[in-house]
């Protein structure tokens, strides 16, 4: 039997960017309302996950498998086989293109940026590398 290729879906792939009226609106302070509604992946599992993880932000890769109603190691089996990462490696991705946009598109700080990706702010130093 040949083997089925198929192009991974990374978050770059449905990560569809800021929302207009973020100025607007900086009191929202939630990930969800600063994200658009990401785009269709073509895979609806993936399509929840990555929902998820633009509503809910940094949050425990073992939290988003329980959200899913998974074990932990089938999730990240079935993550790792649709996406070629880590759960933890694509919700780390995605954070990361939300936060370059954030950065570069706002006047927020680093810490109202933390606050609304669900960092503390010690930690979103950490995963942006900024001290």
């Known amino acids: 039997m040949p ?4 192009t991974p879906i990374l978050p770059e792939h449905v990560y569809a960017g800021l929302t207009e009226n973020l100025n607007a609106n900086p009191g929202a302070l939630k990930l969800a ?3 658009r509604e990401n785009k269709p992946s ?3 599992y993936v399509d929840v996950f990555a929902d998820m993880v633009r509503r809910y932000g940094k949050v425990d890769a073992k939290e988003y498998a329980r959200r899913m109603g998974a074990e ?3 999730f990240d089996g079935a993550i790792r086989c649709l996406t070629g ?7 780390n991705e995605y954070l990361r293109l939300v ?6 598109q706002t006047a927020l700080n680093f810490k109202e940026i ?14 942006s590398g900024l001290r």
């Open 114 to 127: 933390g606050k609304i990706m669900g960092f503390s702010q010690s930690s979103f130093s950490q995963f």
């Open 42 to 44: 073509g895979n609806n």
């Open 85 to 91: 990462m880590s759960v933890h490696s694509w919700v």
């Open 99 to 104: 936060a370059c946009d954030l950065v570069a």
């Open 3 to 6: 083997a089925i290729s198929y």
């Open 72 to 74: 932990f190691r089938h």
């Open 33 to 35: 309302g600063v994200i």
